[in-house]
């Protein structure tokens, strides 16, 4: 992956003139004044682990493993937040590692967590490294050293269990190699987040990823039948029936704790056959209200297809959803539906479900835009981050963000983060979409552009703070599926309130009795 950016270097793309101009007369976007930097003139702080601890980490995971060279650590600096970026591009390496260890299985991951916490070294767990709200970055003074855990080397598909439909992985598997492992058993997990070219399965339990085919596969945390969990303390083996009464699921403290709890060595997940065909659509709705209340009417009566999405009027004016065509979107709001039909299954039914959706959408005076739409939104669908780069690189700082809430309180939740985007930033592009529903309510996505400041890191934290505070007081959740990390933290513990925090802080206390594990992430 780029390491001042997202992705294969070689799908970077410089934005059309066009829509450079429109930036600047639009927002007064202009071009940086100084040049990002390189890879070789990112300031490092020295290494400050020992010799003799880096010594003792080779004896565990083997010299090889054990990496402390400039690119290693400027590559496991961060993750690939908008500010994450600024700050590499600007050549801040302030939050590296002093070094990348690689485990190669459970019993190696154990052994180096004793160490460390012995040793008060913060061990970061790094999958993907596609962190967007600061998991992980350097916790700063009062440790021994930092190391990066990466879990690259464990990579393997370990167990398919067919005839109970579960999958067992190790965590580094990246999501387009588990789809290809699955494939070759006619299996899929159906777990596809924009996110999905780089994440890691460790990273999407770690941070309750959901992923675009929500609606007819569920979030990833659905998917987590049991798990095996690393600690200083010893080792925590989860999820023995596919649903049990026998206490609290303790699962759930594990999904979504982003490392501060201990690191996850093994998956063993939920599968689906693969579909026989993949098929997508567009439908232009009149406006974001009326789109909602279709989305709500679609998850209320049952008619789900795989994929729901939603723009709102200025996203789709834009045409964000359709990155390949960005500039030329059109009126009313884009609503984009992919539908399956299962493997095995009646053609006919599925073409049923689609008419069901269709009456549903026609009668909320949806019109029908045909496949081209949709089509072309599944070939961009993971081309925004590579967007996001070339606005960068133009002077624009655009960043994301996103929460949720019940339908009944929807409304109030959009209009609030909206006004306090605009109260923060003066005069922003905002869009937003929803891409993620249940019975109960929705997800919503917003981005944000703006012309970068003389100093848009803080330019986007002031926006952030107010956009939190928008998001708590409305009563919407501070993270759907991006996680808390340390952008999230101080709202996520207004969402829990003191007792939910302490209770957090005693777990950590259980299995982290040195606090080594991700210092700073989830809870402070």
């Excluded at 160490?115 to 490294?129: H, K, M, N, Q, T």
């Excluded at 994440?199 to 095996?228: E, K, N, P």
Aim: hydrophobic share 45%; with cysteine.
């Amino acid at each position: 992956m780029l390491w001042s950016g997202w992705g294969d270097p070689a799908k970077a793309r410089d934005l059309p003139e066009e829509i450079t101009r429109l930036l600047g007369d639009l927002l007064g976007v202009r071009a940086p004044a100084e040049p990002a930097a390189t890879l070789e003139s990112v300031r490092l702080p020295p290494v400050s682990l020992a010799p003799r601890l880096l010594t003792a980490l080779a004896g565990l995971v083997g010299a090889a493993n054990v990496d402390t060279s400039r690119e290693a650590r400027v590559r496991h600096t961060r993750g690939k937040s908008t500010p994450d970026l600024l700050r590499l591009r600007a050549g801040d390496g302030a939050d590296a590692p002093d070094a990348v260890v690689r485990p190669g299985g459970h019993d190696e991951v154990t052994e180096v967590l004793r160490l460390c916490s012995a040793e008060r070294v913060a061990v970061i767990p790094f999958g993907g490294g596609t962190s967007v709200v600061g998991g992980l970055a350097s916790p700063g003074p009062g440790f021994a050293g930092v190391i990066s855990l990466d879990l690259g080397r464990m990579d393997r598909l370990t167990g398919v269990d067919a005839e109970s439909m579960i999958a067992t992985f190790e965590p580094g598997v990246r999501a387009p190699e588990a789809e290809r492992l699955l494939a070759a058993h006619g299996l899929t997990l159906g777990h596809f987040p924009q996110s999905y070219e780089y994440a890691t399965l460790g990273g999407f339990a770690a941070a309750r990823s959901s992923g675009q085919a929500s609606a007819g596969y569920g979030r990833f945390d659905d998917m987590v039948a049991g798990l095996t969990l690393a600690t200083p303390a010893g080792t925590l083996e989860l999820g023995r029936a596919p649903k049990s009464a026998a206490g609290p699921d303790l699962r759930q403290l594990v999904l979504g704790s982003e490392g501060a709890f201990g690191v996850i060595t093994s998956l063993r997940l939920r599968v689906r056959r693969l579909p026989a065909a993949r098929g997508f659509e567009g439908w232009r709705l009149p406006d974001f209200g009326t789109g909602a209340a279709a989305l709500r009417a679609l998850a209320q009566g049952g008619a789900l297809p795989a994929v729901l999405r939603l723009s709102d009027e200025t996203e789709t004016m834009i045409g964000l959803a359709r990155p390949d065509a960005i500039g030329g979107g059109d009126t009313g709001c884009l609503l984009i539906a992919g539908h399956e039909t299962p493997a095995g299954g009646s053609a006919a039914l599925a073409e049923a479900r689609r008419a069901e959706v269709a009456a549903v959408l026609a009668g909320l005076g949806g019109v029908p835009l045909g496949e081209e739409p949709g089509e072309s939104w599944a070939r961009g669908r993971f081309e925004a981050p590579y967007l996001r780069d070339s606005l960068l690189a133009a002077g624009a700082t655009v960043e994301t963000l996103e929460t949720a809430g019940f339908w009944s309180g929807l409304p109030r939740l959009y209009d609030a983060v909206r006004l306090a985007l605009l109260g923060a930033l003066g005069t922003p592009l905002v869009m937003c979409h929803i891409s993620h529903v249940y019975e109960t309510g929705a997800s919503l996505y917003f981005t944000v552009v703006i012309a970068q400041d003389g100093d848009p890191v803080a330019q986007w934290e002031r926006a952030k703070r107010a956009a939190n505070e928008a998001i708590v007081t409305a009563g919407g959740t501070i993270s759907h599926h991006h996680g808390v990390g340390r952008d999230h933290r101080d709202a996520h513990a207004a969402e829990v309130g003191p007792l939910g925090s302490a209770i957090l802080r005693a777990v950590k206390a259980q299995v982290d009795p040195a606090g080594v594990l991700n210092p700073g992430a989830l809870i402070a």
